[in-house]
């Protein structure tokens, strides 16, 4: 009994967890004087203040769209059980629930950190414990402690749900869902500073709220925002050099991988062009996942394959070369651009690592009049200024040019 209740102290102490539940349109906000009739009944809705100062102390609500089902949606009548009993002890602030006879210890683990990923709003979680053997039960008891008022929390909840309809009120009926996708993953790449600055960043509320957050707030984020618009997606944990997290979404029939938080550029960069993205994880398939020192864990089971790269933003927008020659020409065509749209900056992703190299190398190498490629191309481009590429993320295959 000893070495299950040191073994489950450590599965505990490995998983972090977070929950919620529900989904449906967001509502409209209207002023507090709006009279409006709903099935023959008369509802006054209230102003985002007047939500606020009414907050349920003794009941959890959580608002639509917190919840991301992927995983669980294959388990077994004992895992859903063992899964349904911890969201409702979470949802009901109780502080501790039995580990089922049914379910072996390896199993409730991937169920804790199933939950974890797949609810959204279970932020306000402090600790998880083993408790006692319950003799009459034959089973442990897991203890939840939490860190905030159920007052705190909805409202924490209710600011998370304001600040999401602000940012969805710019998605219109005529966006695809690769535009909406786009758009959140910008919105949120470019408006929250990756940070460890205060207790939130690992949730929701962190990066909607004080636009603050780590890996998990981005995921978690960008998960609330494609489940308001009916976009299927999952989470993902993984490994870099760290644990790691990031999202799945499903446009078309064909799954690929979102990584907010790497898409955004080194400090300097990012100070000098706030709206400067990488999109090196953008839609992209696991081979690029995987070959750029990560790996996808599969405690929680199988994520789904993610085999094609066509929505790929440098695929996409043709600003991917496979020759030098193709370079070139991209290079010039975004310059052009640049000068036209008064741009300061550009990026483009070449094929291959030796690409890269010949790449880098041939654009500034000089001819027999002192002149190279790069010259060349300033000069066609009719721009007055330099132009200057940085080589920092070669690992990527990304050349970064700016115009200054």
């Not at 009414?54 to 992927?70: A, C, F, K, W």
């Not at 442990?140 to 749900?161: C, G, H, P, R, V």
């Not at 207790?199 to 998990?216: I, T």
């Not at 489940?227 to 989470?235: D, H, K, L, Q, T």
């Amino acid at each position: 009994m000893g070495k299950i209740k040191k073994l489950l102290s450590a599965v505990l102490a490995a998983l972090t967890l977070t929950a919620c539940a529900g989904n449906a349109a967001p509502a409209e906000t209207a002023p507090p004087e709006l009279t409006v009739i709903s099935h023959g009944n008369v509802v006054v809705e209230m102003s985002e203040e007047e939500q606020l100062a009414n907050v349920s102390e003794t009941e959890l609500q959580i608002p639509d769209h917190m919840e991301t089902r992927y995983f669980s949606l294959s388990y077994d009548s004992r895992m859903q059980n063992a899964y349904d009993d911890v969201v409702n002890t979470i949802s009901s602030f109780r502080d501790s629930a039995l580990i089922p006879l049914t379910i072996p210890t390896r199993d409730y683990s991937r169920v804790l950190e199933t939950v974890r990923c797949e609810q959204l709003a279970f932020f306000f979680l402090d600790s998880r414990t083993v408790g006692d053997y319950n003799n009459s039960a034959q089973t442990f008891e897991i203890n939840f402690d939490y860190k905030y008022s159920i007052a705190e929390i909805n409202t924490m909840l209710l600011k998370t749900k304001f600040e999401a309809e602000k940012i969805y009120s710019a998605v219109t009926d005529d966006m695809t869902d690769y535009e909406k996708v786009k758009y959140f993953h910008d919105y949120l790449a470019i408006n929250v500073e990756s940070s460890t600055d205060t207790e939130y960043v690992d949730s929701v509320y962190g990066a909607l709220v004080e636009k603050r957050a780590l890996c998990e707030g981005y995921a978690k984020a960008f998960s609330y925002l494609c489940n308001m618009a009916g976009i299927e997606n999952m989470i993902v944990t993984g490994f870099t050099d760290i644990d790691h997290m990031w999202n799945m979404v499903k446009l078309g029939d064909k799954w690929y991988h979102v990584d907010i938080g790497w898409d955004q550029p080194a400090a300097p960069l990012r100070q000098k062009y706030p709206e400067m993205l990488l999109y090196q994880y953008f839609l992209v398939s696991d081979e690029v996942i995987e070959n750029n020192s990560r790996s996808i864990s599969t405690v929680m089971g199988d994520p789904p394959k993610a085999e094609d790269d066509s929505l790929n933003w440098y695929i996409y927008s043709n600003t991917y070369a496979q020759t030098y020659d193709e370079a070139l020409d991209m290079i010039e065509r975004l310059c052009r651009r640049c000068v036209d749209s008064g741009d300061r900056y550009f990026t483009l992703k070449v094929d291959s690592s030796n690409l890269f190299v010949t790449t880098a190398s041939e654009l500034v190498k000089r001819d027999g009049d002192g002149v190279s490629d790069i010259d060349r191309i300033v000069s066609s481009a009719g721009y007055n200024g330099t132009i200057s590429f940085s080589d920092h993320y070669k690992n990527y295959r990304i050349l970064v040019f700016l115009l200054d």
